[in-house]
């Protein structure tokens, strides 16, 4: 028959008691138990207090290693949309959807910011043309700056401050409704179902706008040079590809696919991290403005400086 001390619980029970559990069981038992107990007295003593000081002055982890960590969850989620791109069927509905949502916030925006740049930059190298008497080629210099320099910073501005932000309120918004994580839980993958589909639709609208805003600067001013500037028309439409031609289209093309496709994985990485309720989403909405202006600044410096070299040969 088990004696009383031997159905007692070990667990919870303090050294004391089991020194005493220890001797009530046989010397043997207490010669083993004992010294160990004594050990484990010893060993736990009080922090110095200098010590205790010094770990608390130590920094913490996480302000280092966040910015790190946010860096590498962008690469990730980078690689997996541009492999899901060619791997996965496309969530058609989805991408026409967000095509629509994202053009219709960004084509008037871009239409009334390109025509007044459009317009002050044609009108400054006027001037210029008139001190030399060579006016009849505005048009050299309004297809030029127009296409290399005046739609590309117009559709960085439309794209960052309109595009991306609607596209990171969206799935943020979806983020801290949990829908992301319901999806999850039905087998269905979000980077396939919502990120692919909206980077590709603002990648769609970023080449749009750049042949929308070319377009609208060219028109605006021609009639600029033609009923203000008193430019003959013939001689406006013939200098347009003095200094502009087929390389500087292609390259500014280029450089809107780069800012459609940087601009989405931004907005969406932005859109599916985002915490904290709805004062997040805010938050992320404006590091997706600042982000997405300082990327697409420098890939429209390195795009110029490096197609410089092709269209001036």
């Not at 009080?46 to 969850?73: F, I, Q, Y």
């Not at 706008?209 to 009639?223: D, K, Q, R």
């Not at 500087?248 to 800012?259: G, N, T």
């Not at 004062?279 to 697409?296: H, I, K, P, Q, Y």
Request: one cysteine or more; aromatic letters at 10%; charged letters at 10%.
């Amino acid at each position: 028959m088990p004696t009383a001390h031997e159905n007692r619980p070990l667990l919870g029970a303090d050294e004391d008691d089991l020194v005493v559990r220890a001797t009530e069981d046989g010397p043997a038992l207490t010669a083993v138990l004992a010294p160990a107990l004594k050990r484990g007295r010893g060993a736990r003593r009080p922090l110095n207090g200098r010590a205790v000081e010094w770990m608390k002055a130590l920094p913490s982890a996480g302000p280092v290693t966040k910015p790190v960590r946010a860096a590498g969850g962008f690469f990730a989620m980078s690689l997996d949309v541009l492999v899901g791109m060619f791997t996965t069927p496309l969530a058609w509905q989805e991408y026409l959807a967000m095509t629509w949502f994202v053009a219709r916030v960004s084509f008037l925006p871009a239409i009334l910011m390109c025509i007044p740049y459009s317009v002050i930059s044609n009108f400054c190298f006027n001037i210029l043309l008139n001190e030399f008497g060579a006016a009849d080629y505005s048009g050299a210099g309004a297809a030029f700056f127009t296409l290399t320099q005046i739609a590309p910073i117009v559709t960085v501005l439309v794209i960052s401050g309109a595009a991306a932000t609607a596209t990171c309120a969206d799935l943020g918004a979806r983020t801290i409704r949990e829908e992301l994580d319901a999806q999850r839980v039905m087998g269905i993958n979000p980077i396939q179902a919502l990120v692919i589909p909206r980077v590709l639709a603002v990648t769609t609208v970023s080449l749009a706008l750049m042949g929308l805003v070319t377009l609208s600067g060219m028109i605006a001013t021609f009639f600029f040079s033609v009923f203000i500037m008193h430019v003959s028309p013939g001689a406006f439409v013939f200098g347009m590809t003095v200094l502009a031609g087929l390389g500087d289209l292609v390259v500014s093309m280029f450089k809107a696919l780069l800012f459609g496709l940087g601009a989405g994985l931004i907005a969406c990485y932005k859109g599916i991290t985002v915490g904290g309720g709805p004062a997040g989403v805010g938050n992320a909405v404006n590091e997706t403005v600042v982000f997405a202006f300082m990327v697409l600044f420098t890939i429209n410096i390195v795009v110029t400086a490096v197609g410089v070299q092709f269209t001036l040969k």
